[in-house]
């Protein structure tokens, strides 16, 4: 849970602390508004992948399904900065799939809360193998950092790619190849 009170107080510290005026007109509901932001960006801590990947249908084929170009937000847990771009999931059902919908909301889950892009990617690809019980997973990131892009190294556009494999995708290249050609790389 979101504790407005405690974020508020250290909102109206921070501005202190940069110099800021926090009785100013224009920052004086920046604290609350702030708080009630953290509620929406980090409200997948609160949440449950289980939720959504759990609701499978039970198929005969066993061909790879891809979901690709899933937009998200992220924050940085080092600079608490957005990251934000797409991620794409690949999975080899055995007897079960999810909706397309859930893939999204699953990437949702794992992006609303403080986080590592590698982390985010391995999250993602554990919460599928956990929950269907695929014959493997694939589960790729590119984003933009603003930890990068407006500070320090300051490269504007720079991607970076992260790649969770899980179960057949870990032993069998192939797959990997099919993969980025469904993907148009
Ligand atoms: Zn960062």
């Known amino acids: 849970m ?4 405690k974020v508020e107080q250290a909102v109206r510290l921070l501005l202190e602390g940069i110099g800021e005026d ?3 007109e224009g920052l004086i509901d920046t604290p609350d508004r702030i708080a009630r932001m953290y509620e929406e960006i980090y409200g997948g801590m609160e949440e449950d992948a289980g939720v959504h990947l759990m609701k499978t249908f039970t198929v005969e084929s066993s061909e790879m399904v891809i979901e690709k ?3 998200f937000y992220s924050t940085c847990e080092h600079h608490l900065l957005p990251f934000y771009g797409k991620a794409h999931i690949a999975y080899i059902p055995d007897g079960k799939v999810v909706g397309l919908s859930k893939l999204a909301r699953t990437v949702e889950v794992f992006a609303r809360r403080l986080q590592l892009q590698e982390q985010l990617t391995g999250q993602i690809a554990d919460a599928l193998m956990e929950y269907m019980q695929p014959k493997g997973a694939l589960v790729m990131v590119e984003a933009e950092h603003m930890c990068m892009t407006m500070r320090g190294i300051k490269k504007p ?8 494999r899980r179960g057949v995708f870990e032993t069998d290249p192939t797959l990997e190849e099919r ?5 148009g790389r």
């Open 69 to 71: 170009d899933i937009t």
């Open 2 to 5: 979101i504790d407005h009170e």
């Open 179 to 183: 993969f980025f050609r469904m993907l």
């Open 157 to 164: 556009g720079s991607q970076t790619v992260t790649l969770a």
């Open 22 to 24: 926090v009785n100013r």
